[in-house]
């Protein structure tokens, strides 16, 4: 017997989809045998926006801690080097017909940017170029040239997003990834310096609580 465990429902009157778990209790009487089911369904949606968003902060946190184990400036020199890499690949793939020579060049870009992002611990890029780089390894990868080249590029456009956001955490987590954002962030070190002086003095402002948030 296959129960429902959980299922999904639009619930009016905004018609918003909300998600619900369900649990089964079988009742039985005084010879064992099932009477009755008792089924309690209770509304999850909240929990798991909750849950979403805590893995969200902890990948977050990790790309974060990433980059800061690498350095910053290590990080920026990646970004720069893996973006001129991952152009030259999509221009090699997008070459007609798509030869040995072209799939051996991209194949090696994106080889050389697996090996960096290793080496400097940047895990999520790591997993991103390792997954474009199958492709060229599953059996008879040779036989449909235009599925293989759009596996491929699409291969290249995981790459680059996962370069991407690695970018747009540091930039809001720790908003140095621009000249713009490295003066934002000192001055909100320095700020947030000043308001620890005024929790240690007793003055401090209303909004100091916020200001540590930002961090």
């Known amino acids: 017997v296959h129960w429902v465990r959980e299922f999904q429902r639009k619930v009016p009157p905004a018609?918003?989809?909300?998600?619900?778990?369900?649990?089964?209790?079988?009742?039985?009487?005084?010879d064992d045998n099932v009477s009755r089911i008792l089924v309690a369904v209770r509304d999850v949606t909240l929990i798991k926006e909750l849950r979403?968003?805590?893995?969200?902060?902890?990948?977050?946190?990790?790309?974060?801690?990433?980059v800061l184990d690498a350095t910053l400036s290590e990080f920026q020199q990646f970004s720069a080097s893996a973006g001129r890499a991952l152009e030259r690949s999509r221009e090699l793939l997008?070459?007609?017909?798509?030869?040995?020579?072209?799939?051996?060049?991209?194949?090696?870009?994106?080889?050389?940017?697996?090996?960096?992002?290793?080496?400097?611990?940047?895990?999520?890029?790591?997993?991103a170029v390792h997954l474009a780089e199958e492709p060229l390894a599953a059996p008879g990868a040779s036989r449909d040239p235009d599925a293989l080249r759009a596996r491929l590029l699409e291969g290249v456009r995981s790459v680059n997003d996962a370069i991407r956001e690695y970018e747009d955490v540091?930039?809001?987590?720790?908003?140095?990834?621009?000249?713009?954002?490295?003066?934002?962030?000192?001055e909100l070190r320095a700020a947030l310096a000043r308001e620890l002086e005024r929790?240690?003095?007793?003055?401090?402002?209303e909004d100091a609580i916020s200001m540590l948030e930002r961090l």
């Open 15 to 30: 018609e918003e989809l909300r998600s619900f778990e369900v649990d089964w209790t079988p009742i039985t009487d005084a």
């Open 170 to 186: 540091c930039a809001r987590k720790l908003g140095q990834v621009t000249p713009q954002g490295r003066h934002e962030a000192v």
């Open 94 to 127: 997008e070459k007609s017909p798509l030869d040995d020579a072209a799939r051996g060049e991209g194949f090696r870009h994106l080889h050389t940017l697996k090996g960096n992002a290793r080496l400097l611990g940047f895990g999520y890029v790591t997993q």
């Open 52 to 66: 979403a968003r805590a893995a969200t902060h902890a990948r977050e946190l990790d790309m974060v801690g990433q």
């Open 199 to 205: 929790l240690k003095s007793g003055t401090a402002r």
